[in-house]
């Protein structure tokens, strides 16, 4: 552990540090600033192991909060939307603009425009410490990781047992003295033939060095356009590339599917509706459709998605984020931590998703469990993402979807305020 490594402790600027130098893995750090409190946290595992105070967004240009990572890294870096202002040891959060950096300025207030600011030294010092792909949490309020352990989260195959020798069947063997039986265990040949070599033992596989990101969120007219495509395509309609857009050949190709069937969509309206998607899925032998997704990135870059199952549709998810500290492959285990961030939803948001109560966003109880246990992950894609999960991986739940800056270049990003 980091922290267990420490070798110095000092102060600066009204920052108190930990030394990083003999950072075990800067994978499994994770950096928490809260724009109540003015101050930055740099966390591994459930251990503070850096502190400052900060500067956030000043009213007119509020630094947004969500679920960020460490994009890009420069040294010196000039601001492209503020007359080149200077922007040493910058680490960029989104691509529109939003960096941890240095400052000369960085009172116990909001003062920047946009940005969080940090003091020189230990600007310098957290360069040091994170590698791309650091998740950063920016939030209304102070935030602090928990363990949690939850059969929905994923966690590495354990191998299987060998079979005891408790089992077999005793057989007489050489005994020392004549007329003197002694009974060994031994395995029965006839069902397990010995090797004519000597076994040769494969080295364990290496962990995957890269973790991944996963969001977990409700289907959007994108997931479901994609589905229709897929599914019309295999019943013979030319739908086009599964692109989740409806250009001509979808369109064409919804418009034959629902006239072969003028009694089911009788009074429906729309191209594409839950009854369009329901009978295509009907049509394909799939059972009912599902209403969430999973989509997994990997260094920045989408890997796949797969559908989830959403108990309680109407129930609000929250936003949820976790983090993957530790792994045993031989256990089989992980550890993973928690965050439950405030989202509040607006009417329009809560309309458009079919969320009629907001309950389990809200930062009490248990929503994280509650949010966790009505989440429903085929055992295919369960086992996919087993085999890929590496410390420093991460999962966001939440209701909103892709968000406006996750795109090229990023991990999920989740902006619960803007």
Request: charged share 20%; glycine share 8%; net charge negative.
């Amino acid at each position: 552990m980091f922290s267990r490594l420490v070798f110095g402790l000092g102060l600066l600027s009204a920052t108190a540090l930990v030394h990083p130098a003999l950072a075990a893995d800067a994978r499994t750090l994770q950096i928490i600033v809260s724009k109540d409190k003015q101050s930055l946290a740099v966390y591994d595992g459930t251990e503070v192991v850096a502190t400052s105070n900060v500067s956030t967004g000043k009213d007119g240009h509020t630094t947004p909060s969500g679920i960020f990572s460490v994009l890009e890294k420069q040294k010196y870096h000039e601001s492209n939307l503020y007359s080149n202002a200077p922007m040493p040891f910058m680490q960029r959060l989104t691509w529109s603009g939003i960096a941890l950096h240095e400052s000369n300025s960085v009172p116990r207030y909001p003062a920047s425009h946009g940005c969080v600011r940090m003091p020189g030294a230990f600007a310098k010092m957290l360069y040091g410490m994170t590698d791309r792909g650091v998740p950063v949490i920016i939030s209304d309020g102070e935030v602090v990781p928990q363990p949690i352990d939850h059969p929905t989260l994923f966690h590495p195959d354990a191998p299987a047992a060998m079979p005891l020798l408790s089992d077999v069947e005793l057989r007489p063997s050489m005994p020392d003295s004549p007329g003197k039986p002694v009974q060994v265990a031994m395995n029965d040949t006839t069902a397990m033939p010995m090797p004519a070599a000597p076994l040769i033992v494969a080295p364990e596989p290496e962990p995957p060095s890269e973790p991944i990101s996963m969001l977990i969120t409700r289907r959007t007219l994108r997931e479901t356009v994609i589905d229709i495509q897929t599914l019309l395509n295999q019943l013979g309609f030319s739908a086009g590339d599964p692109d989740g857009l409806l250009g001509p050949s979808t369109v064409q190709a919804i418009k034959a599917f629902r006239a072969l069937r003028p009694a089911e969509f009788a009074g429906d309206r729309s191209l594409v509706s839950d009854m369009l998607l329901k009978e295509v899925y009907a049509a394909t032998g799939r059972g009912q459709p599902p209403n969430g997704v999973i989509m997994v990135r990997q260094a920045f870059k989408p890997l796949f998605e797969a559908p989830v199952t959403i108990a309680d549709p109407g129930l609000s998810l929250g936003t949820h984020f976790f983090t993957l500290h530790a792994v045993d492959a031989k256990a089989g285990t992980a550890d993973w931590l928690s965050i439950t961030l405030e989202n509040n939803l607006s009417r329009e948001t809560m309309k458009r998703l079919g969320i009629t109560n907001q309950e389990s966003s809200i930062v009490t109880g248990k929503p994280i469990a509650r949010s966790l246990s009505r989440i429903t992950i085929p055992d295919e894609t369960r086992r996919r993402i087993d085999a890929l999960i590496a410390p420093g991986s991460t999962l966001t739940i939440s209701d909103t979807g892709l968000g406006r800056e996750t795109g090229e270049g990023t991990d999920f990003i989740t902006i619960t305020r803007g």
